[in-house]
C-alpha cells in the first residue's frame, strides 16, 4: 500500500513513544502553528555555548508533526549547532523535494530517523507537518542567538 | 444495497456527474464526501459553460454587438433564475458577487460607510456566533475595529446548538446588525431563525444570514426567512466556482452606499464626483464573473428540475443513517447535534486521539474524499475542546454505500493507527 511509504514503522514508533516531550527550561521559546489543520507546537532551546542542550517541546498535531518534533530531538541534542543546521537544512531540502530525492548513504547516515520523512515529501498537504517542528527549533535559536547577542 | 425511504434516483443522477466515476490509487473508486467544501458539477452545467465561451462571449450591459447582447441576456438570466429560486420579491435584489464571503464582506462595508439610520459606530454593537465560518467572523471583527463597534455572540450548547438563552442580553437597542449561519459547515446545525429574527426586529436591528450551506440543500425563501441580508455561494450547489450571490431588500440597497468603485457601477462620471447606478449595479463594479453566473443559472435550473424538497429528503434520509452507522464506530465521537434533527448533511467527528489529518490521509487511500482541519470555524473546535475534526458532508448524488465505505474506511484507520 502506497501510505506505507508515509507512515513508516519508524514514525509511528516516534509518534507513539515520543523523546523528549514536554517543555524544560530554555533560553528562548517559541509558538509555531500550521494554519490550514490546526497544528500547533510550543518549543524550547537550551544552549552551552555552540551546543544544544536541549530541545523541548509540546504540541497537538498529527502523526506526522509530531512523531517530527520527536525525530527533531533525538537528532539535533547533543550536537554543536553547526552540525544542526546541516541536518536542519538537509532535512528540508529532503521535505522540499516532492519525493524527487531518493536519500544516497551520506543523507541517511546524516538524517539517521529523519530519512523516514522521505515518503511524506510526495504530500504537498503533509510537507508543512514534518516542517513544523524544525521551522520552529530554527526560529527559537535565531532568538536564542540574538538574546546572547544582546547580552553578551 | 441499502435502501432508505426518500433518497433520489441516484444511479441515474450519477451519470450526470463524470467526476464520480473517476477510481483513484490503483483501483480505489472515488467516494466524495467533501460536499461542504465544494460539490460536482454535473454535464449539464458543463455544456452551457462550453456553450458560453464557444457562442456567446462578451463583455456586459457595453456593447452594441450580437454578443455583447446575447452575453448581457444569458447573465441577466442568471439573475432571474437566482430571483425566482430564493423567492425574492425583485430580481434587483439580487446581486452577484465572487463567493459568499465577499457577499458577506459587502454587507460589512455597505454599513462601515452608511449614514443613519444604518451607521455602525463606537456606540453601537455587532451580534454574530460561535459557530461562524471565518468569513461571517473577520468581516465583522473588522467592522468592529474600524468603527470602535461592540462584538458580541451567541455562544454554542454542548451538543452543538445556538445557546440563545440570553438572547435578550445578546441582542439590545444598540444592536445593529446581527449576523448569523443557517447551517453550520462544521456542526451540521440548521439554526432557528425565527427566534433570532424576532429580537432583531423588536430592536430595529438588520438580520443577515448566511446561507452558503443551506442554499444547496434544501428550499430557501428570503420572503419566508424575514432578513434583510442573505449570501450564499455557487460551487456549493453544482455551479463554478468564481461567483457568489447577495441578496438585500430593495430598500436597502437603494439607500446604503456602494462599496467597490469602478465601471459598470456607475450613473455618470466626472472629475470631481460620480453618481450611481441603481441596485444591484451599484454593487457590481467592473466586468463581473459572467460565464460563472451562467454556470450558476444553469446549475439553479438542474436541481431544481430534481427539486430543493426531494434533495433535502435524499438528505435527510442519509444523515439519519450516517448519523446511526458513525455511532457504530467504536471511539467515534460527533461534533454538534447528534441526531439528525435540525440538522443537515455535513457530519463532523472525531475519531479517538488519532488527529483528523492522519484519519484524512488513510481514508484518502482507500479513495474516499472527506474535509479534515477546523474547516475555517476554529472557535467552533476551540469551543469543544478539540483541534480538528473529520467531516463527511453528502449531497444529492451521494449513496447509503458511500457511507458505508466511509465507516469500513475508519476501520481501516483505527487499525492503521491502534
Known amino acids: 500500500m502506497k ?18 516531550r514536554g517543555l524544560r527550561e530554555g533560553d528562548a521559546e517559541v509558538h509555531h502553528v500550521n494554519p490550514t489543520c490546526g497544528d500547533e507546537i510550543t518549543l524550547r532551546v537550551k544552549y552551552d555555548g555552540t551546543t544544544i542542550e536541549d530541545v523541548s517541546y509540546e504540541g497537538q498535531g498529527c502523526s506526522i508533526s509530531q512523531a517530527s518534533a520527536s525525530v527533531l530531538n533525538e537528532l539535533l541534542v547533543g550536537k554543536d549547532l553547526s552540525d544542526a543546521t546541516k541536518v536542519q537544512e538537509t532535512f528540508l531540502e529532503l521535505m522540499q523535494s516532492k519525493g524527487q530525492i531518493e536519500p544516497d548513504d551520506a543523507m541517511e547516515e ?10 511524506v515529501s510526495k504530500y504537498p498537504a503533509r510537507v508543512k507537518c514534518a516542517l513544523l517542528s524544525w521551522m520552529a527549533w530554527k526560529d527559537a535559536t535565531a532568538k536564542a542567538l540574538a538574546e546572547e547577542a544582546k547580552t553578551a | 444495497m441499502t435502501q432508505l425511504p426518500g433518497l433520489l434516483d441516484t444511479e441515474a443522477i450519477r451519470k450526470d456527474f463524470p467526476i464520480l466515476d473517476r477510481v483513484l490509487h490503483d483501483g480505489k473508486k472515488l467516494v466524495y464526501l467533501d460536499n461542504a467544501a465544494t460539490s460536482q458539477t454535473p454535464r449539464q452545467v458543463l455544456d452551457v459553460l462550453n456553450e458560453y465561451y464557444e457562442q456567446h462571449n462578451a463583455n456586459v450591459h457595453r456593447g452594441v ?30 446581486v452577484f458577487t ?19 439610520p444604518y451607521k455602525v459606530d463606537h456606540e453601537t454593537e455587532i451580534v454574530i456566533t460561535e459557530m461562524e465560518h471565518h468569513s461571517n467572523i473577520v468581516p465583522w471583527q473588522l467592522l468592529a475595529q474600524r468603527t470602535g463597534a461592540k462584538l458580541k455572540w451567541f455562544g454554542l450548547t454542548d451538543d452543538g446548538r445556538l445557546d440563545l438563552t440570553n438572547i435578550d442580553e445578546i441582542i439590545t437597542e444598540k444592536t445593529k446588525i446581527v449576523s448569523f449561519v443557517l447551517v453550520s459547515n462544521i456542526l451540521g446545525t440548521h439554526n432557528p431563525v ?9 430592536v430595529g436591528a438588520l438580520v443577515c444570514v448566511d446561507a452558503s450551506q443551506a442554499a444547496p440543500h434544501m428550499p430557501l425563501d428570503v420572503q419566508a426567512l424575514q432578513a434583510d441580508f442573505v449570501a450564499f455561494t455557487g460551487h456549493k450547489m453544482c455551479g463554478p466556482t468564481g461567483i457568489g450571490v447577495l441578496w438585500g431588500r430593495q430598500e436597502l440597497l437603494e439607500d446604503l452606499p456602494p462599496f467597490l468603485g469602478g465601471g459598470e457601477m456607475i450613473e455618470t462620471v466626472s472629475m470631481h464626483s460620480s453618481t450611481y447606478a441603481p441596485a444591484p449595479h451599484k454593487f ?71 488527529h483528523p489529518h492522519d484519519v484524512g490521509q488513510v481514508l484518502d487511500e482507500q479513495g474516499i474524499a472527506v474535509r479534515v482541519g477546523h474547516h475555517c470555524a476554529r472557535p467552533v473546535c476551540l469551543r469543544y475542546g478539540i483541534p480538528a475534526t473529520t ?28
Open chain 1, 3 to 20: 501510505l506505507d511509504s508515509m507512515y513508516q514503522d519508524v514514525i509511528l514508533d516516534h509518534y507513539k513513544h515520543p523523546h523528549g
Open chain 2, 391 to 418: 467531516r463527511a458532508s453528502f449531497y444529492l448524488y451521494s449513496t447509503p454505500g458511500e457511507i458505508d465505505a466511509l465507516v469500513d474506511g475508519l476501520e481501516h484507520v483505527r487499525n492503521f493507527f491502534g
Open chain 2, 65 to 94: 454587438h450580437v454578443l455583447a447582447e446575447e452575453a448581457t441576456a444569458l447573465y441577466e438570466g442568471a439573475r432571474d433564475k437566482v430571483a425566482a429560486f430564493i423567492n425574492a420579491p425583485s430580481r434587483d435584489e439580487v
Open chain 2, 194 to 202: 425565527e427566534a433570532i429574527v424576532r429580537r432583531a426586529q423588536e
Open chain 2, 98 to 116: 465572487k463567493n459568499a464571503s465577499e457577499s458577506l464582506n459587502l454587507v460589512a462595508n455597505m454599513l462601515g460607510w452608511a449614514d443613519e
Open chain 2, 284 to 354: 457590481e463594479a467592473g466586468t463581473p464573473p459572467i460565464s460563472q453566473a451562467v454556470g450558476l443559472g444553469a446549475a439553479i435550473d438542474y436541481i431544481s428540475a430534481i427539486g430543493m424538497d426531494k434533495i433535502l429528503r435524499h438528505e435527510q434520509a442519509l444523515t439519519e443513517y450516517a448519523v446511526k452507522r458513525l455511532q457504530e464506530v467504536p471511539d467515534l465521537r460527533i461534533i454538534g447535534p447528534a441526531t439528525a434533527e435540525d440538522r443537515a448533511a455535513a457530519i463532523s467527528f472525531t475519531l479517538g486521539d488519532i
Open chain 1, 110 to 119: 546524516l538524517l539517521e530517523d529523519a530519512v523516514a520523512f522521505a515518503g
